[in-house]
């Protein structure tokens, strides 16, 4: 399965370019995800609990990068095993450039290019189950990660449960509010 898309994020390209790179972004963007350990250099290993149609399974695997053009582009490249559920594999090549928001500020287009393919159990819900539920994830991480990076859009700040990622953590973290 392949989705392409892209989202503007109201962060200067340099604040999103370290958010990519950055374990804790990354942990608190992957819905379902327990830990994840490791660097960029050496690759991210991740453990992940997901519900697939009628299928949940723990999927543990490596996450690693490549293709890096610093600030500009990377590919990341995954592979999880989740027992008897299957296996689920893809690669996600990842773009950033400027772009102007509607209020004037600075902020980053981030396009998005993903392939992934599904094995075992998984791959016996049919594609119609499969299809929905990486364009689902794929908007679930982008979502989670502009959060994480841009911070609320309300002057109210609401009430976030206490297991949710605080938003706007890593840009406030960078110090480019």
Do not use: H, N
């Amino acid at each position: 399965m392949q989705m392409i898309d892209s989202r503007v994020i109201a962060a200067p390209p340099a604040v999103v370019w370290a958010a990519l790179l950055d374990a804790e972004v990354l942990k608190a963007s992957v819905p379902g995800c327990e830990e994840l350990t490791g660097s960029v250099a050496e690759g991210y290993e991740a453990a992940v609990v997901q519900k697939v149609g009628p299928v949940k399974a723990r999927f543990t695997g490596l996450v690693t990068f490549s293709d890096i053009v610093e600030g500009e582009s990377l590919t990341l490249l995954g592979e999880g095993k989740g027992g008897a559920a299957g296996f689920a594999k893809g690669e996600a090549k990842v773009a950033i450039e400027p772009a102007a928001l509607e209020d004037g500020g600075e902020g980053t287009k981030l396009s998005y290019q993903v392939d992934a393919k599904v094995g075992g159990k998984l791959a016996q819900l049919g594609s119609r189950i499969i299809d929905g539920f990486a364009r689902k994830m794929a908007d679930d991480f982008f979502a989670r990660f502009a959060d994480a990076v841009e911070g609320p859009k309300d002057a109210e700040p609401e009430a976030e449960a206490e297991d949710a990622p605080k938003k706007g953590w890593f840009k406030r973290m960078m110090g480019s509010d």
